[in-house]
Each structure stands twice: as C-alpha cells, then as structure tokens.
C-alpha cells in the first residue's frame, strides 16, 4: 500500500470489548447456536462458563467470540495464547496505524479524524444507520466476565484508549470548541434532512433502518442517507474496480 499511497493515512477503529461482544453476540444470533435458545438471559448463561458453550466448529466462535477484535487486526485465533506474539503485535499496531478511532466516542474521534486528513466539517457528517434499539444492560459483574473472556481485546482497548485521549489533549483547547461545532451542525443538517425532528444517533424502531427523508431535501441528504452497500458500490463505479 506504501507503494501505491505513499502518503495513505492508516485508520481503524475500536470499541469497548464489552460492548463489541455483546452486538457480536446478537448480531450473529449465537443464542441460536449455543443451546440457550430457552435462555432467559442467554449472554449471562454463556458467560457464567463459555468453554461450555463455544465451539470451534461454529466460525464465528472462534473469531468473534473471543478476542474478536483482536482476531479482526491480524492476530489469529491459534495464537491466542501466545503472550510473546501478542505483545509484539500490539506494539506493532502502534506503528502501523496512524489514528485509532474509539468507537465509544464516536464524534470526537471524528474530530480527530477530521485534523488529521485536514477535513472540513462537513466532511464528517454522519447518520445512524441500522440501529438495532434495545440492547441488553452489562452489569459490573458481567462485564468482568467478558473482560476476562476477551483479554487481549481488553488489552488493545486500553492501550489505544489511553493513546486517543493523549491524541485529544495534544490537540489542545480547540477541541472541544469544534466538538461544539459539529454537533450543532449534527444538529441542523438532520432537521434540515430528515422528517423526525431530533438528531442524528437517537433510537428509532428496530423496523426503521434508515431515517425518512424531507420533501424536496437538497442532495446533502441523499449523500448522507445512503447505505453502506450504496457507497461501496459507487466508489467502484468511479473506479472501474468490479470483483
């Protein structure tokens, strides 16, 4: 890629391992897989012992079940347990990529985000997308359960935490003056956009994939509603890149 872009800025993202576990947990629809269908609460259950639970013949199990975002940034479920490797690849990830976004502080990393690749505001404007609404509580105990479970995904998530917010203090005072900046923009493009008078990231109805778009609303809005799969498939038209 250095190649190609010899000036690409490297990305990626995280997010706290607790809360990436369970929409993992949900999104792939493990409870199905995992003999807690009758569960009342089936995440509890699985994290009271998951070796009873998981299995290596389920994909999913083994790269998203246990240090899945690890297993994501190059780390494969073989080497696990690896302590040497491990750390090596944690320091390494600290070379190869530029910014590391947090996921649980979404806007501000995209102010960081936006000073790094020199951006403007409107560059960075968002929608919420695909919110799946009720999301099941993660008590203190739970939540230790599943730090211990991930723990080389708790490992990175503080690393790159405590480096986001050094990243935020050595951007200074501007900060949070351009936080405030772009969230009344949030703000004022989605009355502008959309028909529910509220936000962009507030709840809607687990049906409602998308927000409804205004009458007439300018073409802003349209770029801002797409979908994932919709962008994706522009940029390759743009590019003639067709697999």
């Known amino acids: 890629m250095d190649v190609v872009f010899p000036r690409a800025k490297y990305v990626t993202i995280l997010r706290k391992p607790s809360l990436q576990f369970e929409s993992a947990f949900q999104y ?3 409870r199905n897989y995992l003999r807690l269908k009758r569960s009342q609460n089936p995440l509890k259950d699985l994290m009271k012992d998951p070796k009873k639970y998981l299995s290596d013949d389920v994909v999913a199990s083994r790269t ?3 240090n899945g975002m690890a297993f994501d940034l190059g780390i494969d479920f073989q080497n696990m347990n690896n302590t040497e490797l491990i750390s090596a690849k944690i320091q390494s990830l600290e070379n190869e990529f530029d910014l590391v976004l947090i996921a649980d502080y979404f806007d501000e990393s995209l102010i960081i985000l936006k000073n790094v690749l020199c951006w403007d505001f409107d560059d960075i404007l968002y929608v919420r997308q695909r ?3 009720a999301k099941q509580d993660i008590d203190s105990e739970l939540e ?3 730090n211990t479970w991930n723990n080389i995904d708790n ?3 503080k690393r790159f935490n405590r480096t986001f917010w050094i990243t935020v203090n050595n951007y200074g005072p501007q900060f949070y003056t351009d936080l405030k900046i772009f969230r009344r923009m949030m703000v004022d493009t989605y009355k502008l956009c959309f028909r529910e008078n509220r936000p962009t ?3 809607r109805a ?3 994939m998308r927000p409804l778009l205004r009458d007439r609303a300018p073409p802003l809005c349209h770029d801002l509603n797409e979908s994932f799969l919709d962008q994706i498939a522009e ?3 743009k590019t003639g890149y067709n697999p």
Request: proline residues 0%.
């Open 155 to 157: 490992e990175i998530y």
């Open 144 to 146: 230790d359960r599943i």
């Open 131 to 133: 919110d799946r609404g």
């Open 235 to 237: 940029i390759r038209s």
């Open 201 to 203: 990231g507030l709840r």
């Open 64 to 66: 998203q079940m246990k």
């Open 206 to 208: 687990r049906h409602q």
């Open 28 to 30: 792939y629809e493990m």
